[in-house]
């Protein structure tokens, strides 16, 4: 801006329009200071060509410190990709997930719906992020309570007993304070309630629900014995 301002004004003076000048410079320079002074005050704008940037990891990064229990055949078949969408602040951001190669097409006709929808999703970060870990570790706890949609994450279902679907890269958490675990008294993560009417929570109409499920995936909404609101997930085929 204050660029501009100092090309236009060498321009009028080349021009040596005097006149218009007189009224003009002050008009322009008032509206180029008014930007520039705002500029510290104004939220980040993120847009489709130049988004907020959530997550910019590498290959490297992505996976540091995972479970040495995972298996090679396992890891292998996970792919790092970038995805946009409107987070809670109404801005495009960009961030990663890591999830099965053979999942990658439809989680990405699933966020450019919500794009489309502009349905609010908060960050989407790798569960590898410094901001998740307890001890070193991958920690599931700290990513929902961050409110933060991830995928991959070499780890036992929530209770224990056997693998989950996210250790395969198979399952996808979204929005997951918006939309928690619930299983008799215990709401996961802490804090957090289901309302259907608040932006980011799933319903069974819910566009983003039905697509998930036209593409063969299952919701955690549906199930019976306990919700996990936030929870998509798509088995192998047998
Ligand atoms: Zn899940």
Redesign the pocket.
């Given at each position: 801006m204050l660029l501009y301002t100092l090309i236009m004004i060498a321009m009028m003076i080349r021009a040596r329009r005097f006149r218009t000048s007189a009224v003009l410079l002050p008009l322009v320079l008032a509206v180029a200071l008014s930007g520039w002074a705002a500029s510290g005050q104004t939220p980040r704008r993120g847009s489709l060509k130049r988004p907020v940037i959530d997550s910019a990891m590498t290959e490297k990064e992505a996976f540091d410190g995972l479970d040495p229990k995972c298996p090679a055949e396992i890891r292998k078949r996970q792919r790092l990709i970038d995805v946009k969408y409107y987070s809670t602040d109404g801005q495009v951001h960009q961030g990663q997930l890591v999830l099965d190669f053979e999942l990658v097409d439809d989680v990405k006709k699933v966020f450019a719906l919500a794009l489309k929808d502009r349905f609010p999703i908060r960050s989407v970060i790798p569960i590898s992020d410094g901001r998740f870990r307890k001890d070193g570790r991958w920690d599931d706890e700290l990513s929902m309570e961050a409110d933060n949609t991830s995928s991959f994450n070499y780890r036992e279902i929530?209770g224990g007993g056997r693998l989950?679907?996210?250790a395969y890269g198979r399952?996808?958490?979204i929005n997951t304070f918006e939309n928690p675990?619930i299983k008799g008294g215990t709401v996961l993560p802490h804090g957090a309630t289901y309302d259907p009417k608040v932006a980011g929570t799933f319903n069974a109409e819910s566009p983003i629900v039905r697509e998930f499920l036209r593409l063969g995936w299952a919701w955690?909404g549906n199930w019976t014995d306990r919700k996990?609101y936030?929870?998509f997930?798509k088995p192998p085929k047998k």
């Open positions: 929530t989950s679907y996210h399952a996808v958490d675990y955690g996990d936030q929870h997930e």
